[in-house]
């Protein structure tokens, strides 16, 4: 087993909208390919996992449901989404840690086509039948209390995910925020989850009943 961490700096590891930088692509592809022709490991998407917190967990989020077929299973901790499918809704006070000219430098001015397209809420919609066909694990978690309100835009994309009919594992941590004591037991679920992901792949039990329930009510 490999465990490899990239430092993408503060790119939310988009590849940029003028082109500067290529994140997306280069963890999707290059970086993947790369891992596997140097490091002593099986090298198929059946034991591939790919996880992040924060601004790692968009990537995660971001990458995982673009390119669901390279990937056993996806755990986004805290990510950085937002709760809105397009850039003109998504609440002012969620963009408030990103500030306008970052925003800028990653997808263009004005931003909303770009950050529409890499809008992971709206890539689970628009890439829904490939993200149910390869089977991927999808496990998100966030604390109620984060300080970025990053609970918002973490529950709105398990709301886009269950719309969709994706399945996945979705955890609301009571008093947990985006920094503080309560990260080191949800870490532990993190790898729990990836755990079973290696050993199990069948669906979560509870998921199946809750997506069930709701394709009856329609």
Aim: a negative charge; hydrophobic letters at 40%.
């Amino acid at each position: 087993m490999a465990v490899v961490t990239p430092d993408a700096e503060r790119s939310f590891y988009l590849d940029y909208a003028d082109g500067s930088q290529r994140w997306e692509t280069f963890i999707a592809d290059e970086f993947l390919t790369h891992l596997r022709a140097t490091l002593p490991v099986a090298g198929t998407a059946e034991t591939t996992l790919l996880a992040g917190v924060s601004m790692g967990g968009h990537g995660t989020c971001l990458i995982g449901l673009r390119y669901p077929d390279r990937f056993r299973a996806v755990a986004a901790m805290e990510p950085a989404v937002m709760p809105a499918l397009d850039f003109a809704d998504v609440p002012s006070e969620n963009l408030e840690f990103q500030g306008a000219d970052v925003l800028a430098e990653r997808y263009g001015s004005p931003p909303d086509a770009y950050w529409n397209a890499n809008n992971p809420a709206r890539i689970a919609g628009e890439n829904a039948g490939a993200i149910i066909d390869s089977g991927i694990r999808i496990y998100l978690e966030v604390g109620d209390e984060d300080f970025l309100r990053l609970n918002d835009g973490t529950e709105f994309l398990h709301r886009a995910l269950l719309d969709a009919g994706i399945k996945h594992e979705y955890r609301l941590v009571l008093g947990g925020n985006h920094v503080g004591r309560t990260l080191a037991p949800r870490f532990d679920d993190v790898l729990g989850f990836m755990a079973r992901a290696l050993e199990n792949p069948g669906p979560d039990p509870v998921v199946e009943q809750i997506l069930d329930m709701r394709r009856r009510s329609r």
